[in-house]
């Protein structure tokens, strides 16, 4: 490993903590974009294996994603670099709307911004998951795994079920033969102001029990803060996902956001620490085990059918974000644009996320 390692996992994971508006999907296909295309840390095969093993994990899978990603560039040092990296330009930005809200009770939603990027980042993910999927789709009855998945986005079902279901199913075909056997068996894979102590501990556990969106995350909160805690209103909760889901990066620095109304600044830290510091240590674990699951005739088909399933569900997210983002003719036109261009040049997708945010402003000046 290169001294400059560090420092390379710095540049990129600031960039995309600044750029990756839109959320998971968004994310995934930014990371590929770096990771795979651009700087060929790892190739897409190895790209797939972890992005279906941080699948199945609690907390921000894509924010996993790019940490296990910054370990296998550079180390210990480049997963806390990485991590950090990816996760501070979102927390900064929404400790100014948390301040902002407290001081005048509004928080602004970027709509110019949003208005003219996210018709461009639904085609950077349109591109990555076709590509990814060529990868994926190694027999063509995984297009049915995928496509269920899909179908089960769109149904609602938990994402969870459908990534096991997936797993499952694949392990299931692969090792028929061995499961004909008398012996065969699958392993089991295992509104007062609150001390800091106890926001920690209330985050930490939110960063181990939640999968999947911004939108399971509202539920917790909800759960825990209004109804067993009374620390926020169901109005605060939900200003403070709206904050979330309108910057770049992770969703989760919604935490950053709860953490300023429970106790100002210290709490905001306090709680962005508490609920991504699981994710730190549980990309450790699939990071060492990635390549005894490659070399297992169980693990290996069941993590092949959950990276399926995971891509059907990026899919779905992908056809949800276009349905929001593609809304009139100039949307249209951003998306068409950005599509082509990636397709024919492969630009870095800042060279198109800048123009169209200025698109976006005028825009919204305009009108």
């Known amino acids: 490993m290169t001294r400059g390692a560090v420092g390379e996992v710095a540049a990129v994971m600031s960039k995309l903590g600044l750029i990756a508006f839109g959320g998971p999907a968004v994310h995934v296909a930014m990371l590929r974009e770096e990771a ?23 907390g921000p899978s894509s924010t996993q994603l790019a940490m296990v990603l910054s370990r296998r560039r550079a180390g210990w040092r480049g997963l806390i670099v990485g991590g950090t990296c990816f996760i501070a330009p979102a927390m900064s930005i929404v400790l100014v709307l948390a301040w902002l809200y407290v001081r005048y009770r509004t928080t602004p939603t970027g709509g110019g911004v949003l208005y003219g990027v996210e018709p461009v980042v639904v085609a950077v993910v349109a591109v990555a998951l076709f590509e990814l999927g060529r990868t994926a789709v190694k027999r063509w009855w995984f297009v049915l795994i995928g496509a269920g998945a899909l179908g089960a986005y769109l149904a609602h079902v938990n994402v969870l079920i459908a990534l096991l279901v997936g797993g499952i199913v694949v392990a299931l075909v692969d090792n028929r033969a061995r499961l004909s056997g008398a012996h065969a068996f699958f392993p089991v894979l295992a509104l007062a102001r609150p001390r800091p102590l106890s926001v920690f501990a209330e985050f930490t556990k939110l960063g181990v029990v939640v999968f999947g969106s911004g939108y399971v995350l509202l539920a917790f909160l909800r759960t825990d803060l209004v109804s067993h805690l009374h620390w926020l209103t169901t109005k605060e909760v939900l200003d403070a996902v709206a904050a979330g889901q309108v910057t770049p990066g992770p969703v989760f620095t919604t935490a950053t956001f709860v953490g ?23 990309v450790t674990g699939v990071e060492r085990v990635i390549g005894r699951i490659r070399n297992s005739p169980i693990l290996a088909p069941a993590l092949q059918g959950i990276t399926v399933a995971a891509l059907g569900l990026m899919a779905g997210v992908t056809f949800d974000l276009g349905r929001k ?22 630009p870095n997708a800042l060279w198109l996320i800048v123009p169209a945010a200025a698109i976006g402003i005028v825009h919204s000046i305009v009108h």
Request: a neutral charge; zero cysteines.
């Open 36 to 58: 795979v295309r651009r700087r060929h840390w790892i190739d897409d095969q190895e790209f797939l294996d972890l992005f279906g093993a941080v699948s199945i994990l609690p």
């Open 260 to 282: 300023y109304l429970i106790g100002g600044w210290p709490a905001a830290l306090v709680a962005t620490a508490g609920i991504f510091f699981p994710s730190f240590l549980m």
């Open 325 to 346: 983002a593609i809304s009139d003719p100039l949307t249209v036109v951003l998306a068409v644009l950005a599509l082509t261009i990636l397709l024919w040049k492969r």
